[in-house]
């Protein structure tokens, strides 16, 4: 048994089987292909640690054993058994012994020592009595062929490594000068039928470099068998073997696509899917022939299992099948590319297509907004960034009713406050939108939460049950009407939401309803992360962003997300000068908390603020509040420059906006601003 140790200090110190050597210096990035072109630089040892590279294009840095992990989506440290098992089909040695052999000792820690014979003179001896036998020239393969691969034959074989066993008549077939297959002639219960010596390796694999279609086949025979039809194939040597393969490949990177021909059964199918895998994850072409040229001729009631069974069946029709392969795959490239370029086509003129479909925008019922928005809103990412108590989320609503009241579908997806409240605060409104400017006749959000205990006192400080009753009245048609006009276009989800359960919820209304909803969601801050993304909390806002662009964009419909601001944006102030709120300005993107992906991500963001500091301390004296709101980006449209913004009167009792018109025009001093505090 090899040990651990001695297993991974041997791969440490051979780099080179791993990587592939750049074109100018270092190695070939695995992750990225960083320093592949003939000048190019690629990783390199971090210089003082020795054993450890970096790649200085994807920025990751391991030892050989975190790039494997990585390259395979595994984890060093959880997952090292597996990348331990992945590196040594790479390096081809076994701790175990039984299909490879670790032919090397250890000097030192760090120092090994390989030994390999040279069976060059062997190969020599037995090439001179191959004509002694005809079982190649039976099998279809002819001297020529016999003599370019060194092929030869020895009357009585024994094992270099076992003097004592009894000798038998094979064919030798080297695959390099340290190494060879035997095959016995006439097969023996008390031995294999196929013998290896030396450290395994593939039959021909110099090939893989060559700009022709290359055949991958288990055996040595074979691909000795598609070598004599004119094709050029590469021999594993066994199923167990393809960790070879896949060395080679990385290492001579075949510019035409593969062409597998295992054996037709089932180990030969189960190693070409590990083939098809690895050779999809390294992006070589491949195509699998196995079942075409294996399948028997018309008049052949035999099945056939590997290549050189089916020359042997039937040449012609062997050799028919393996230059159709070759012909197929030197079009495949060319068919690659055409369709390719069509399917390109086809989504440019599904572009030009789509710019003549008529797509209304969806009007937020905001005269000057819709202006600014084009006609309202279209597919995209919107962000309403404001400061805490300054009605962010009442203006969202607002919008949201407005949508759904024109018969458009609504989903509110409400992180903090409840279904109730949500609900509490429309009733409001539409109060306060039906009063004719008589307040008298609104009701607060905390009214229409209890509204059957409000207590309404007259002038004697007793109870005013016709004004009480007044209020429950109007409340109840106020309800009913909000139940009419939102029952079948408003659907409020309260609750924190996994950013995958939002998708799922717009996917399932959309199979149900057959409408794109458009989507509010209060607010993103607070919108759990997937199990897959990020454990740092900015950059999971970053993914959840980009989540929500792709959404919006496959389910063509408007996104609307509610912001918070950093800390920063409260008291933005100079270095070593107190916090003043008289020093704040416009909200900045900069100020949106986690702003990196916010800022790049979206398509518009919008900011709400107080159009000068509220200097009253008593809540009830701050029944209106003028607030400005303006649009900071804009992807395909107006922004607002300079002190630009829509001016709008913030009924802060009844959670209703009321839109005054454009203001800040042709003025650039910057306004002050704070972040209200009656309403979120």
């Known amino acids: 048994m090899v040990k651990d140790e001695e297993v991974k200090e041997y791969i440490k110190s051979r780099p080179e089987i791993y990587f592939k050597e750049a074109g100018r210096k270092g190695y070939v990035c695995p992750l990225c292909q960083n320093g592949e072109g003939k000048d190019g630089t690629g990783i390199e040892e971090i210089k003082g640690r020795e054993g450890l590279y970096k790649c200085f294009k994807c920025n990751f840095s391991g030892d050989i054993f975190a790039f494997i992990a990585k390259e395979h989506n595994l984890d060093a440290?959880?997952?090292?058994?597996?990348?331990?098992?992945?590196?040594?089909?790479?390096?081809?040695?076994?701790?175990?012994?039984?299909?490879?052999?670790?032919?090397?000792?250890?000097?030192?820690?760090?120092?090994?020592?390989?030994?390999?014979?040279?069976?060059?003179?062997?190969?020599?001896?037995?090439?001179?009595?191959?004509?002694?036998?005809?079982?190649?020239?039976?099998?279809?393969?002819?001297?020529?062929?016999?003599?370019?691969?060194?092929?030869?034959?020895?009357?009585?074989?024994?094992?270099?490594?076992?003097?004592?066993?009894?000798?038998?008549?094979?064919?030798?077939?080297?695959?390099?000068?340290?190494?060879?297959?035997?095959?016995?002639?006439?097969?023996?219960?008390?031995?294999?039928?196929?013998?290896?010596?030396?450290?395994?390796?593939?039959?021909?694999?110099?090939?893989?470099?060559?700009?022709?279609?290359?055949?991958?086949?288990?055996?040595?025979?074979?691909?000795?068998?598609?070598?004599?039809?004119?094709?050029?194939?590469?021999?594993?040597?066994?199923?167990?073997?393809?960790?070879?393969?896949?060395?080679?490949?990385?290492?001579?990177?075949?510019?035409?696509?593969?062409?597998?021909?295992?054996?037709?059964?089932?180990?030969?199918?189960?190693?070409?899917?590990?083939?098809?895998?690895?050779?999809?994850?390294?992006?070589?072409?491949?195509?699998?022939?196995?079942?075409?040229?294996?399948?028997?001729?018309?008049?052949?009631?035999?099945?056939?299992?590997?290549?050189?069974?089916?020359?042997?069946?039937?040449?012609?029709?062997?050799?028919?099948?393996?230059?159709?392969?070759?012909?197929?795959?030197?079009?495949?490239?060319?068919?690659?590319?055409?369709?390719?370029?069509?399917?390109?086509?086809?989504?440019?003129?599904?572009?030009?297509?789509?710019?003549?479909?008529?797509?209304?925008?969806?009007?937020?019922?905001?005269?000057?907004?819709?202006?600014?928005?084009?006609?309202?809103?279209?597919?995209?990412?919107?962000?309403?960034?404001?400061?805490?108590?300054?009605?962010?989320?009442?203006?969202?609503?607002?919008?949201?009713?407005?949508?759904?009241?024109?018969?458009?579908?609504?989903?509110?997806?409400?992180?903090?406050?409840?279904?109730?409240?949500?609900?509490?605060?429309?009733?409001?409104?539409?109060?306060?939108?039906?009063?004719?400017?008589?307040?008298?006749?609104?009701?607060?959000m905390r009214s229409c939460m209890n509204i059957r205990n409000i207590k309404i006192k007259d002038k004697d400080g007793n109870l005013d049950k016709d004004k009480v009753k007044s209020c429950i009245e109007r409340f109840d048609f106020l309800a009913n009407e909000y139940l009419d006009t939102m029952q079948e276009h408003m659907i409020i989800h309260d609750g924190p939401q996994e950013i995958g359960d939002i998708k799922n919820k717009i996917s399932t209304h959309k199979s149900i309803t057959r409408n794109s909803p458009v989507v509010f969601i209060d607010y993103l801050q607070i919108i759990k992360a997937g199990e897959k993304m990020s454990k740092d909390r900015r950059l999971q806002v970053d993914e959840i962003v980009s989540e929500l662009r792709i959404m919006s964009a496959q389910y063509e419909t408007p996104i609307f997300v509610i912001s918070s601001l950093n800390r920063y944006a409260y008291g933005r102030s100079k270095a070593g000068v107190p916090t003043d709120p008289s020093d704040e300005k416009d909200i900045q993107m900069a100020d949106l908390k986690e702003s990196g992906g916010v800022e790049y991500g979206s398509d518009v963001i919008m900011t709400l603020q107080a159009e000068k500091e509220d200097e009253k301390e008593d809540d009830n004296d701050d029944k209106e509040r003028e607030m400005k709101l303006r649009i900071i980006k804009n992807r395909t449209g107006k922004r607002h420059r300079n002190n630009e913004h829509i001016e709008l009167t913030f009924h802060t009792w009844f959670n209703y906006f009321e839109e005054k018109g454009i203001g800040g025009q042709g003025n650039n001093n910057d306004s002050k601003f704070v972040g209200g505090k009656a309403a979120r």
């Open 77 to 444: 440290k959880s997952d090292f058994p597996k990348v331990m098992e992945k590196a040594c089909d790479i390096y081809r040695v076994s701790r175990d012994n039984k299909e490879y052999k670790v032919e090397h000792k250890i000097k030192k820690a760090t120092e090994l020592v390989q030994v390999e014979v040279d069976y060059t003179q062997f190969f020599e001896e037995a090439a001179k009595h191959i004509s002694e036998t005809d079982y190649l020239t039976n099998r279809g393969i002819s001297k020529e062929v016999q003599e370019k691969f060194n092929v030869g034959y020895c009357k009585e074989w024994r094992h270099p490594n076992n003097p004592n066993m009894i000798p038998s008549e094979r064919i030798i077939i080297p695959t390099s000068k340290h190494s060879y297959v035997t095959r016995a002639i006439e097969e023996r219960k008390d031995q294999s039928k196929v013998m290896k010596t030396g450290k395994t390796h593939l039959f021909n694999p110099e090939v893989l470099s060559e700009d022709e279609p290359i055949f991958i086949v288990e055996g040595e025979i074979d691909a000795l068998s598609i070598i004599e039809v004119g094709g050029k194939a590469v021999g594993l040597g066994g199923v167990s073997n393809t960790g070879l393969l896949e060395t080679e490949v990385r290492k001579r990177r075949p510019s035409k696509p593969l062409i597998l021909c295992l054996d037709n059964d089932d180990a030969g199918k189960e190693a070409s899917k590990k083939i098809e895998g690895f050779l999809t994850k390294l992006g070589i072409p491949f195509i699998n022939k196995s079942e075409e040229i294996l399948t028997p001729s018309t008049n052949s009631e035999v099945e056939i299992k590997d290549p050189n069974e089916a020359f042997v069946k039937d040449r012609e029709f062997f050799k028919t099948a393996i230059e159709k392969a070759k012909l197929e795959t030197l079009e495949k490239p060319k068919k690659e590319r055409e369709e390719y370029i069509e399917n390109n086509k086809n989504r440019i003129s599904s572009f030009i297509c789509s710019s003549y479909e008529k797509r209304d925008a969806i009007a937020t019922k905001f005269t000057e907004l819709d202006n600014f928005l084009n006609g309202g809103l279209h597919t995209g990412l919107y962000i309403l960034a404001a400061a805490s108590g300054a009605g962010k989320t009442t203006l969202a609503l607002q919008i949201a009713d407005n949508i759904a009241k024109s018969e458009q579908d609504v989903l509110f997806f409400s992180g903090e406050m409840t279904g109730c409240e949500i609900f509490a605060k429309s009733v409001s409104r539409m109060s306060k939108e039906t009063s004719k400017n008589n307040d008298k006749d609104a009701l607060t």
